[in-house]
């Protein structure tokens, strides 16, 4: 059945746009020019308002997650990564139940992703329609057909462009993939501009700073009680501050220590005698993926949610699945009070851990098992399980030390599916504990910075080993 699905969509793929592969080997000075083209085209897309919208002040159903799926309200970049996202997520879960069937050939693969890239336009389509729709824009009745339409354009092209701007990045013409630049890219952003804003907040105490490096000299300079100051510029509610800072830089320093962390399997060459080497398996062997697929089925989560409480608001079912609350504190967001989304959300702060220690346990046990279990997942459907392994090592003639080619599997399948499993799982608990500390830019968009440079810095590292040192490399 789900070979014939696939066999079915093969006409559609023909005509969709696509990257071609180079022809040639492209130089690394070349790719980091390439990576800069499309960070631009990205920043410049998050800049650019939609055109035709009323308003964009009503409660935001992502404002929790908007980091995490690299989107900027009201703008070309409104839908962000989201749409990639969730059509990877729900075709990579078919494949792993194998509901469609996907062969090992690279004709059968390309049809996978070809697959995945028409199924991602066509929820980029359908998230557009849901955002004009449900009235984030402003009433459709006063906004008019026509003009309601003409948003749906704009973001379906803004989500064609993040689609192509992607396969661009993973055809090999620049480093890593374009959803793993602009995750990190938006996080990082929104991290420096959280430590050094220099806008002003006119809170009931006066006039503060957003930014907490400049909010702790304009407190101890302007404060005659430079105690209560200091106090003040580590502890102040509701913007950021210097206990959210340090939490952020501790958690960045955790993340890298542990990617050290792996287990180096000894092998050799079957071919020729004497020629030995190792297989590392990571202690994050499927890297960022568990966190970014569980961002995925939240975001998802919440706007379904949202959106049915908006139409529905008393209906028993959809109060089971989340009730939501305006914020108080002035910014146009809503956030989850009750149901589902409400325990799958992370606590403020440290002072609703100790007022509702259930919902504390409830996500933390929601993180660690949904980060475990896609995990696990990823690695049967992504081709890095113990079986492609084996047929890889196989394909370049080496076999593990002591084993033959048979007992392979065996031994693999005892590191990498534990591996898979109990990296997710310190994910998990790394995401939570700095959502606990308060760490700025949530615990999911942290961890997803620190994997994602650290993946740069290895690609970085490669190049300069295989181009034989840094001058070399960019000249």
């Known amino acids: 059945m789900g070979f014939k699905f696939l066999e079915f969509i093969k006409p559609f793929c023909a005509i969709l746009p696509e990257v071609q592969k180079p022809e040639r080997k492209i130089q690394f000075r070349e790719k980091v020019l390439w990576t800069a083209i499309t960070l631009f085209i990205f ?29 900027n309200r009201g703008t070309l970049m409104e839908l962000g990564i989201s749409p990639i996202v969730t059509s990877g997520l729900i075709m990579q879960l078919l494949a792993g139940a194998k509901i469609l069937e996907v062969g090992d050939t690279p ?3 390309a049809l996978f992703n070809g697959a995945q890239k028409l199924f991602g336009m066509v929820i980029t389509v359908g998230q557009s329609i849901v955002y004009v729709m449900t009235g984030m824009y402003g009433d459709p009745a006063d906004i008019g057909a026509g003009v309601c339409l003409l948003i749906i ?3 379906f092209v803004a989500g064609l462009i993040v689609l192509l701007l992607d396969e661009l990045l993973q055809k090999g013409y620049g480093l890593g993939s374009g959803i793993s630049l602009f995750i990190a890219t938006n996080i990082c952003e929104t991290i420096v501009w959280k430590a ?21 000299f304009h407190l101890l300079a302007t404060r005659t009680d430079k105690v209560r100051g200091l106090r003040e510029a580590f502890y102040r509610q509701n913007l950021p501050n210097l206990w959210n800072l340090l939490s952020t830089v501790f958690v960045f320093a955790v993340v890298i220590y542990f990617q050290g962390f792996r287990v180096d399997l000894p092998i050799k060459s079957a071919k020729y005698r004497g020629q030995y080497s190792s ?7 499927t890297s960022n993926i568990p966190i970014i697929l ?4 939240v975001s998802n989560l919440y706007v379904i949610s949202q959106m049915l409480s908006v139409k529905f608001g008393g209906n028993f079912i959809v109060n089971l699945l989340g009730r939501w609350s305006e914020s108080s504190s002035g910014a146009a967001r809503s956030y989850p009070v009750g149901g589902l989304c409400y325990f799958m959300s992370p606590p403020e702060d440290f002072s609703h851990i100790i007022d509702d220690p259930f919902h504390a346990f409830v996500y933390f046990c929601f993180m660690l098992g949904s980060c475990a279990f896609f995990s696990k997942a990823w690695i049967d459907v992504s081709g890095s399980s113990a079986k492609d392994v084996a047929k890889q090592l196989k394909e370049q003639q080496m076999v593990m030390r002591g084993h033959r080619e048979q007992s392979m599997v065996h031994e693999l399948n005892r590191y990498i599916p534990t591996a898979a499993a109990f990296g997710g799982l310190c994910i998990g608990a790394l995401s939570v504990m700095a959502d606990f500390m308060g760490a700025i830019g949530s615990g999911t968009g942290i961890l997803l910075a620190v994997t994602i440079i650290y993946q740069y810095f290895e690609i970085f590292v490669k190049e300069q080993s295989e181009m034989g040192g840094m001058g070399t490399l960019l000249f």
């Open 196 to 216: 050094f804003s220099p806008a002003t907040v006119n809170t009931g105490r006066g006039t503060e700073f957003e930014g907490a490096v400049i909010a702790l």
């Open 107 to 109: 004709k059968d693969r």
């Open 43 to 71: 920043l410049v897309c998050c800049q650019i308002p939609l055109f035709g919208i009323m308003s964009s002040d009503s409660a935001d159903p992502f404002y929790w997650i908007r980091v995490i799926l690299a989107s």
């Open 279 to 285: 297989y590392p398996i990571k202690l994050f062997y």
């Open 294 to 297: 569980q961002s995925a089925l």
């Open 153 to 155: 354009i704009q973001l």
